[in-house]
């Protein structure tokens, strides 16, 4: 069985607007500093269902990495 250890995550901005979708296996907050360079300090990060397997995970995102 596929070990469930990847987030699923939308990375938003001011509006509510989605900046970017992606993948993690680390802390999402981790993840939103290393997009601060691109996408500025005012974004948020939200988390798209539970823990999921990469293959899960690659395959949502390779979808457009819509909301669940």
């Known amino acids: ?13 001011p509006g509510g607007e989605i900046l970017h979708r992606g993948q993690t296996g680390r802390p999402l907050e981790e993840r939103r500093r ?6 500025g300090e005012d974004t948020r990060i939200v988390k798209i269902g539970p823990k999921v397997s990469k293959e899960t995970a690659l395959e949502w995102e390779r979808g457009g990495g819509k909301r669940l």
């Open 1 to 13: 069985m596929a070990k469930r250890d990847t987030i699923r995550y939308q990375l938003k901005g």
């Open 34 to 39: 290393e997009h601060i360079p691109e996408y």
